[in-house]
């Protein structure tokens, strides 16, 4: 779920910064312009993890910063296919569960993946799973865990995504299984 990736980047030191520890205004850089950035193929950035080389710095013509040539390892979250999660439920409504793990939200979970039988009750706007002579609820905020299906990465070039308005990683989900579903209902 959460793994290392070597990434090699140039990373710009403004003139004011200078007085600073070199190390630190470079981590806090690499951190600025890496976390919650998705790297295609790897999955979201978290944080720096470490580094690998730290080159001399060079002043750039006309500008005054400088710029460091650095090689370090990432902390990414990209969980795999049958990963088990403890999310949270932003939102719901006939389509799916939408969640959120607080530092990643596009998971969906479609109504067909739900345990059967469930149905979308819109005067409460929650899912409901019918299990023997028990109603069993979902309501937006409601903890629940649920199984990876795939991870999806938008194409190269996806005029949406690279505008915002797509994320560029999608988690699709499932609760249609034993121990899956509302974390109250398996306490």
Known sequence: MFSLIRIRESIRIPPHLFSE???RVLEDEVNRQFSNRVVE?????????DWLSIGEDRILYGDGAT?????FRMVVFRPMAGDVLLARIRA????????????????????????HPST?????NAWIWKYEENELYL??????????????FSQPGDKDAAEGRKS???????IAGDGLGGASWWA
């Open 139 to 152: 309501y937006e905020f409601d903890y629940i865990w649920f199984k990876v299906l795939d991870v999806f």
């Open 120 to 124: 979308f009750e819109v005067e409460d």
């Open 41 to 49: 193929g790897h999955g979201q950035c978290i944080i720096l993890y």
């Open 92 to 115: 719901v409504d006939a389509t799916g569960i939408f969640l959120s793990l607080d530092f990643f939200d596009d998971i969906f979970i479609d109504k067909k993946d739900l345990q």
């Open 168 to 174: 560029p990683m999608h988690i699709r989900g499932s």
């Open 67 to 71: 710029q460091t040539l650095v090689e």
């Open 21 to 23: 520890d070199r190390s």
